[in-house]
């Protein structure tokens, strides 16, 4: 697949009024970037439940993706507090974030609980954004192995469509650097070729999370399918930076595929 997916999750690090000036901002920089606009990259956003309103309404007539940082498990009902996947597809989001670390160490929860929410969002029509990766530093066949039980468990019983795999070693998330490189392309190879046996799974993708920024892509190269920034994309200008280098890579996928520059 010769295009590059970027995306962004805001966690609740912008109020509001920010987080709609972040939207504007990034809008108008989207519409001029000819490599998005054309869909050589992809870019989606994930912000707070109450910001995906007007993060829709930011990027209309783009083709910026918009998702939630978390879904239900469970359809409509009694279940207080809670933000269902037919809601949020009705709305207008596309993408569900679903097993961040986060959701895990605060939230308590668990594999079942990820299952459940897949198959909530794949029965919605939205793509979930599967956040992977191992708890504790280790070596890369290790940290493999887990990586793909954590996705097979995940896909389990879910209807057939694309995910996005965001592979997130915990321990890198919040650090200072990413994991080593050669670290990344084991782990992300061993969720390529899962992905690949599972037809079910066609158009999936696997991109890369945990203190990714600028200058990451270009190192990766083709080992990853994209990248997953946090506070990296709080500057605006950052993330065109992220984009201009997806771009380059989506042009260089394109002329091996085809021997044609895109």
């Not at 974030?97 to 939230?107: D, F, N, Q, T």
């Not at 668990?110 to 956040?131: E, H, M, S, W, Y």
Request: net charge negative; aromatic share 4%.
């Amino acid at each position: 697949m010769s295009r590059v997916t970027v995306g962004v999750s805001l966690k609740t690090y912008f109020g509001h009024e920010r987080a709609r000036a972040w939207f504007d901002e990034v809008a108008a920089l989207v519409r001029g970037h000819d490599a998005v606009a054309a869909g050589a990259v992809e870019l989606f956003i994930t912000p707070t439940y109450l910001q995906v309103l007007p993060a829709i309404a930011a990027f209309d007539g783009t083709p910026v993706r918009v998702g939630g940082q978390d879904v239900s498990a469970d359809g409509p009902g009694a279940h207080t507090g809670e933000v269902t996947a037919a809601e949020l597809a009705e709305v207008g989001a596309t993408i569900a974030e679903i097993g961040h670390a986060e959701r895990r160490r605060l939230h308590g929860e668990t594999d079942d609980i990820v299952a459940a929410k897949t198959r909530a969002a794949r029965g919605a029509g939205l793509t979930p954004l599967l956040c992977i990766g191992e708890v504790e530093q280790q070596d890369a066949a290790r940290a493999a192995i887990v990586a793909v039980a954590q996705l097979r468990s995940a896909v389990e019983g879910a209807d057939p469509g694309a995910v996005i795999v965001a592979y997130e070693p915990v321990w890198a998330i919040g650090a200072p650097e990413p994991a080593a490189h050669d670290h990344i392309r084991i782990v992300a190879a061993a969720l390529r070729d899962a992905l690949d046996a599972d037809p079910a799974r066609a158009g999936s993708v696997v991109i890369y999370g945990g203190a990714a920024g600028p200058g990451l892509l270009t190192a990766l190269g083709d080992a990853v399918d994209g990248v997953f920034l946090g506070r990296f994309a709080h500057d605006p200008a950052a993330l065109v930076t992220v984009l201009d280098e997806a771009a380059a890579l989506a042009a260089r996928r394109t002329l091996a595929a085809t021997g044609r520059p895109s």
